[in-house]
């Protein structure tokens, strides 16, 4: 069953509504995410985005297959995608309301700083497993 969650940026330029699949936030330890978000970039997947004014959406090309959207006013980290758009990850902590949210996966891990390390349960997937999980390639 899903549901459509309310969010934005910080300055309120930005507002989405997103339409889950599942109420579960993974994060990413790349070095990108990392630097992009200040930390690790906790991410929830959509079925669906509605974005108010797109006009005020800022797109960096991070990668071959992935682009990061944020907002051009106050720099909120805000998405991160798929360029032909068959994924798309929003900030979790942009959400009006994080409660109930499970925290699932962990991607990159091969990457991840040994400075930290949560405590929960999750599955985890190194780099190169999860470039093939969303190109559909191999490891």
Same mark, same amino acid.
């Given at each position: 069953m899903s549901e459509t969650l309310s969010g934005g940026c910080l300055c309120g330029a930005v507002r989405f509504g997103a339409r889950l699949a599942k109420r579960e936030? /993974? #994060? %990413?330890? %790349? /070095?990108m995410c990392r630097r992009w978000s200040g930390g690790v970039f906790m $991410?929830?997947?959509v079925e669906h985005l509605d974005i108010a004014d797109e006009t005020k959406l800022g797109v960096y090309r991070s990668s071959d297959y992935g682009e990061r #959207?944020? %907002?051009v #006013? %106050?720099?909120?980290?805000l998405f991160w995608r798929m360029q032909d758009g068959s994924t798309t990850v929003?900030?979790?902590? $942009?959400? @009006?309301?994080? $409660? @109930?949210?499970s925290f699932e996966t962990e991607?990159?891990?091969d990457e991840k700083p040994a400075a930290y390390e949560f405590a929960n349960h999750t =599955? =985890?997937?190194?780099?190169?497993q999860f470039v093939a999980a969303i190109t559909g390639g191999e490891v």
């Open positions: 936030m /993974g #994060v %990413c330890h %790349c /070095g $991410a929830v997947e #959207v944020f %907002c #006013v %106050c720099g909120s980290s929003v900030s979790y902590q $942009a959400f @009006d309301r994080t $409660a @109930d949210f991607i990159f891990i =599955k =985890k997937m190194t780099g190169a």
